[in-house]
Structure formats: C-alpha cells, structure tokens
C-alpha cells in the first residue's frame, strides 16, 4: 500500500488555526476510525497527539483536534503557538494488520 | 513509569548481520503489541511491523517483509529488529515502539532510537 498523502507544508501566524490533511483511500482512512497523528520536533521522538480520529491522549492540548471526512483525515491546531512549528504525521489501519504513515508535514509559524 | 530502551548507534559495513534490541519496563510487556518504525535520514516514517511478545505473533508492512525479521524474548522483555544482510539503503534511525491497546497505529510510548549506518 502507498504512503497516506500529506501537504508538504502548511503556514499560519500566532494565534490562527491551520489544517493538515491526510488522503487515503477507501481501504485506509476511509474505511477505519484508526486515524492518529504525531508530532515530531527535529532530533526528537514523535510523540502521538491524536488517535481513533479525534481521541487526544492525556496532556495533549485541546489547542489539537482531528477528524475525517471519506478518504481524508485532517488535524486542526487552533490558536498557534510558537512551539508547534514542526513536522506532524499522519497514521492509519489499512486492513489485514497493516498501518501506514503519511509523508509528514511542516507547520510553519509566520 | 513506562520506558523502551533501546540498544545503542551501529555502523556496519554492507553485508554484515546486525540486531538491534528494546527493552522495555514499567508495564506488563507481554499485554502490548509492540513495533518497529524506520526513519530514514531526513524522511518521514515508516511502519515496519509489530510483534506480540507473549505469543510472537509477528505482522509485516509488506515493504519489510523479507528484509527482516522482528523477533521478542518475553522472559527478557525485549524485542528485537534483526537483518541477515544490510544494505547502505538500510541507514536509518530505528525507532521501537509500544501500541495502543484495542487500536491500531496508535503509538503511545516510543524508544529512544537506534541509529544505524551502513557503509563501505
């Protein structure tokens, strides 16, 4: 299966909201709610903010949503912060025990 | 307090054989599914598979299916990635990394990672 498709990068300045999105096709994104997201700051771990579509862990900011519509999945980060300039992956079930990531997006923060 | 421990950097020579391990604590290591995930130099990531150490049940991304072999020892609490083989294309930073339970592709604790380079 190919790589879920992400934008290679998204822009917004402090304080707005940005969306990334994630397509896939009917046999990933559109047909399972096993959607996640991960934030990746350079030289660090990833760390998972967004899973089930739109579940965040504990301690994730409400600052971070998800959701999906068909074959596509977004994260929304609503008022921009500073310190979400990085990169974010999107991750998805595919069937028959399989997940595959998008390609990752860099936010910028303007 | 949960922790994945990883084995240390590697540089191999292509050809050579290598295994690399997790160790893992602060839970009950055999309840979890865990996996491994490939991040090339200045790439995005790449699911490679999964493993459940209480039974070895092993699932393969297609893409690795082959080139490798993921491996868990649950008396030790560890799993393994193993190549008989490598390749330079094999350079890449390996990260292990522990499933969220009823889910799929959540990963909710990672390991550190293991950077492996190969080269003549």
């Known amino acids: 299966q190919s790589a879920l498709t992400q934008p290679r990068s998204v822009s917004g300045s402090p304080g707005q909201s940005v969306s990334i999105s994630c397509t896939g096709t009917?046999?990933?994104?559109?047909?399972?709610?096993?959607v996640s997201w991960y934030q990746q700051h350079p030289g660090k771990v990833p760390k998972l903010i967004i899973y089930?579509?739109?579940k965040r862990p504990s301690g994730v900011p409400d600052r971070f949503s998800g959701s999906k519509s068909g074959n596509t999945a977004s994260l929304t980060i609503s008022g921009l912060q500073a310190e979400d300039e990085t990169d974010y992956y999107c991750?998805?079930?595919?069937?028959?025990?399989?997940?595959?990531f998008g390609g990752g997006t860099k936010v910028t923060v303007l | 307090e949960v922790h994945l421990v990883q084995s240390g950097a590697e540089v191999k020579k292509p050809g050579e054989s290598l295994k690399i391990s997790c160790k893992g604590s602060?839970?009950?290591?055999?309840?979890?599914?865990i996996g491994w995930v490939r991040q090339m130099p200045g790439k995005g990531l790449e699911w490679m598979g999964i493993?459940?150490?209480?039974?070895?049940?092993?699932r393969y991304s297609p893409s690795f299916q082959g080139q490798v072999t993921i491996s868990a020892d649950k008396s030790f609490s560890s799993a393994y990635l193993q190549w008989t083989s490598l390749e330079a294309s094999d350079t890449a930073m390996y990260y292990c990394?522990?499933?969220?339970?009823?889910?799929?592709?959540?990963?909710?604790?990672w390991g550190q990672g293991t950077l492996l380079t190969v080269s003549t």
């Open positions: 493993i459940y150490p209480d039974d070895s049940d092993t």
């Open positions: 990394a522990r499933h969220v339970p009823g889910t799929w592709g959540a990963i909710d604790y």
């Open positions: 009917g046999s990933d994104v559109g047909r399972y709610n096993y």
């Open positions: 602060g839970f009950s290591f055999t309840s979890y599914w």
């Open positions: 991750c998805s079930y595919a069937g028959n025990s399989q997940v595959i």
């Open positions: 089930d579509v739109t």
